[in-house]
């Protein structure tokens, strides 16, 4: 499976809701009742997901919004992906 197909078979749990806080966003996850804050970069990975981007979209983004290197800002959103997979967040869409 290509990188592009994984990124848009990625998609937003339905029992996790979101809203906006200042600067970042807060989610419930329902199952657990668990928060989660989610800073302005992260958000911004939290909404991409739910627009269905790629991770290369997200990554061009983000670079052009920020002053990061490339390398290190790919490496950051996988493993801010990772993390959010690993915490139910987020799940791999059957394609």
Known sequence: MS???MAE???LRED???CDLQ???ALLDLRTSKYI???ETAALIWQWIGEHKTRDEMLA???ETYDV???ECRADIESLIGSMKE???IEESAA
Do not use: F, P, R
Request: aromatic share 0%.
């Open 3 to 5: 990188e592009q197909q």
């Open 9 to 11: 078979g990625l998609s």
């Open 16 to 18: 996790v809701v979101a």
């Open 23 to 25: 600067g970042g966003k």
């Open 37 to 39: 804050k989610l800073n």
């Open 61 to 63: 983004a983000m670079v």
């Open 69 to 71: 290197d490339e390398a």
């Open 87 to 89: 915490a139910g967040l």
